[in-house]
């Protein structure tokens, strides 16, 4: 029997989403930006799932802009705000953190060593939390754009949103949040917090992989990053993946649906998880235990090598993770675990992240099958290299 704890890296999709798609990968194939009735259909389909989505988040429809996923959506908040930005004569002057997924951190960077932009990339608390005062004092009169992520995708911490974003709002600086882990599983209100730009993937809610969104201010000027046919109000172009868009639309109103049930029992699931894991000798959590996401459980584990674990509990059917999945291969410790602090040489670092599909027997698979893979590697000297 297999278990899977890793709904960080990606989630199965939902049976009824796959329903809504499927009409759209055959039948409805008409381009939506045709004036046909094969367009037309194609076009009410992606509207509806538009609607669904900005009533997720609580924000017009016209604010929002369908991607190929995440990191596209955070690539063109990055750049595309600058941009607009600077070509505005605003500033030259953009502030991320150091625990950012590598769409936006990799983007900051590039914007720093071949845009000429001024990047200021605030670090994060031992805690795996970002200090609001700190960030905040990083903006100056060039400050341009901030992005901070809503939640982060390997400890599950979640950031000082709503403080940072009324802050920004009061000062005229843009702000950008990734809220692709954080949908569905933490509050999020995107107009109370002054959020101009938020980014989401459909493949961490139930939804397809290859579709995300883009949730961007009207008011916030935006250049292009793919130049084209001007879908998407001229920011983003290409032919519409309408069943994507369709899935991704269904996949967050299924989400809204459920999240009122669905998160108080991910809590129950994570604690107990947590509480397995931790009666193993020496493990410890890694990341703040009050504002983390609810479906993620982060452990050190000291004494073992993080892929020796990983695969000896793969080999017994549970499927984890060393860190981000969006980089895995690589044998480096994550820029996060790094930016916490972590001691990666002398202990293996684990992220299982439960979700819909996770039960308590699942939960209590896992438990077992880690503490008995630890006793192993323990040992057997650790697996280290
Ligand atoms: N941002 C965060 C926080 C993520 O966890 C991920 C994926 O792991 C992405 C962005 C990238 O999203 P996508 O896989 O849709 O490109």
Redesign the pocket.
């Known amino acids: 029997m297999s278990v899977y704890l890793d709904h960080?890296?990606?989630t199965p999709l939902d049976p009824s989403v796959l329903d809504a798609m499927w009409p759209y990968l055959q039948r409805e194939y008409g381009n939506p930006s045709s004036l046909h009735a094969a367009g037309r259909h194609a076009r009410e389909a992606v509207e509806e799932a538009r609607e669904q989505v900005a009533d997720a988040l609580g924000v017009s429809p016209l604010e929002v802009l369908f991607t190929?996923?995440?990191?596209?959506?955070?690539n063109l908040a990055v750049k595309g705000i600058a941009w607009g930005a600077r070509d505005r004569g605003a500033g030259n002057h953009v502030v991320t953190t150091a625990i950012?997924?590598?769409?936006?951190i990799e983007a900051v960077e590039w914007l720093g060593a071949h845009q000429g932009f001024d990047v200021t990339v605030v670090p994060s608390e031992a805690d795996g939390v970002v200090d609001a005062e700190r960030l905040l004092a990083a903006v100056t009169d060039q400050t341009v754009l901030v992005s901070m992520?809503t939640?982060?995708?390997e400890l599950g911490t979640v950031q000082p949103v709503e403080v940072v974003g009324p802050a920004l709002a009061d000062r005229g600086v843009a702000f950008h949040t990734?809220?692709?882990?954080a949908f569905g599983r933490a509050p999020l209100r995107v107009r109370e917090w002054g959020i101009d730009a938020l980014?989401l993937?459909?493949?961490?809610f139930n939804g397809p992989?290859?579709?995300?969104v883009l949730v961007l201010a009207r008011d916030v000027p935006c250049e292009q990053v793919l130049h084209g046919g001007g879908q998407e109000r001229g920011v983003r172009s290409g032919t519409l993946n309408t069943a994507g868009i369709v899935g991704c639309g269904a996949a967050a109103a299924l989400s809204v649906k459920t999240q009122d049930d669905e998160i108080p029992r991910l809590d129950a699931l994570g604690q107990r998880l947590r509480q397995g894991l931790l009666a193993v000798d020496g493990v410890w959590v890694n990341g703040s235990l009050t504002r983390r996401l609810p479906h993620n459980v982060h452990v050190g584990v000291p004494g073992c090598d993080g892929e020796a674990l990983l695969l000896a509990l793969d080999v017994a059917g549970v499927a984890a993770s060393t860190g981000?999945?969006?980089q895995s291969g690589a044998a480096e410790p994550s820029h996060v675990l790094q930016a916490i602090g972590a001691p990666t040489d002398t202990a293996a670092h684990l992220r299982f992240t439960c979700g819909r599909g996770t039960d308590e027997d699942d939960v209590d698979t896992a438990i077992h099958a880690f503490t008995e893979a630890v006793a192993r590697l323990r040992t057997a000297g650790g697996g280290f290299v």
């Open positions: 960080a890296a990606t190929s996923g995440g990191t596209e959506a955070d950012e997924h590598h769409a936006v992520m939640a982060n995708n990734d809220a692709v882990q980014a993937s459909a493949h961490k992989k290859g579709v995300g981000s999945a969006c």
